[in-house]
């Protein structure tokens, strides 16, 4: 008996593996899947400046990327005892504009390095919701709590989504011909928009990410599909029954992997997990014999991965 409808997938040519460069940009989704890159020690890059949410704002910031077109003062304002910058996320405001504007640039150096040698970008978009500055005409990637009366609100029809895609894609592809995207809608409603406004939201990223599927050789992975038609139910959200869960995002991890992760790592990643699970455990007696003999087999399996990965890196921490 089947209980739910399966969205059909089937693995894609240039999988990944561990000697993949991975950059990811956009939503919190980006976030969920990076976490678990992180867990099973995969090579990547995440959000380096925070966060983002809608085409326009990656577009921004791949371009100072691939250009190395570095912040100044003039870029930042200072609002309640924080220096902000309205194309990064808050998690990168500061109390001093020095050590904002050297998180910046900071950002914009690394993630230019990384799509230079990027294997695979991974971009989640989120919303097609924009606010555009009222006093620069410029559009933002986070308001930082300033009044709303300083924006407008506007949406990007599809083909400006479709347009600002292929632009983000052709500046990747000037320092790095050979980077696979995989583009993936994020999963998260954003209801502060209103329930239909959001689906309008999503069906214009998708339906603009469609149109340069063929034509740009790019890849889709339907994480919004997933949760919206397999886990259609208020127990795979959290509390605030806005974002997935942690059963949804690891349901939605196990799909990913299906698709996209090389088979011949499948023994890896169980023994990374392994070792992951294995650092997270208290000891009952950290002195004793039989915690001794666990910290020197779990010596031992780390030894054996980085034999191979060296640039894994687990931290054991000794009781």
């Known amino acids: ?80 005892e924080r220096w902000h910058c309205f194309d990064a996320h808050s998690c990168l405001s500061n109390t001093s504009k020095e050590k904002l504007l050297a998180a910046l640039n900071e950002a914009v150096n690394s993630t230019g390095a990384q799509l230079k040698k990027a294997s695979h970008v991974i971009i989640t978009l989120g919303t097609a919701w924009l606010y555009r500055n009222t006093n620069s005409m410029q559009v933002v990637a986070n308001c930082h709590k300033v009044p709303q009366s300083n924006f407008t609100k506007e949406l990007l029809d599809v083909h400006k989504v479709t347009e600002s895609l292929r632009r983000t894609i052709a500046m990747v592809r000037s320092v790095n011909s050979t980077a696979q995207f995989i583009f993936t809608v994020s999963p998260v409603r954003h209801l502060k928009d209103g329930f239909v406004e959001n ?108 034999k191979k990965y060296p640039f894994m890196d687990f931290n054991l921490k000794e009781a």
């Open 199 to 306: 689906q309008l939201s999503k069906a214009h990223l998708i339906t603009g990410i469609h149109k340069v599927l063929i034509q740009d050789k790019i890849s889709y992975f339907p994480s919004y599909e997933i949760m919206m038609d397999e886990l259609r139910d208020y127990r795979f959200y959290g509390k605030d029954m806005i974002h997935p869960n942690e059963i949804a995002i690891d349901y939605i991890w196990v799909k990913f992997v299906e698709v996209w992760m090389e088979d011949s790592i499948y023994d890896t990643m169980l023994k990374v997990d392994e070792i992951q699970r294995s650092l997270k455990h208290s000891a009952f007696n950290p002195d004793g014999e039989a915690h001794q003999k666990f910290l020197t087999s779990l010596r031992g399996k780390i030894a054996y991965i980085k």
């Open 1 to 80: 008996m089947k209980l739910l409808t399966q969205i059909p997938l089937s693995k894609t040519a240039n999988t990944i593996d561990y000697n993949s460069q991975l950059v990811l940009l956009g939503s919190c989704f980006s976030k969920n899947i990076g976490e678990k890159l992180n867990h099973f020690k995969f090579q990547n890059t995440q959000n380096p400046f925070g966060i983002i949410f809608h085409p326009l704002a990656i577009e921004k910031l791949i371009q100072k990327a691939v250009q190395q077109d570095v912040y100044r003062e003039e870029d930042i304002f200072h609002m309640n």
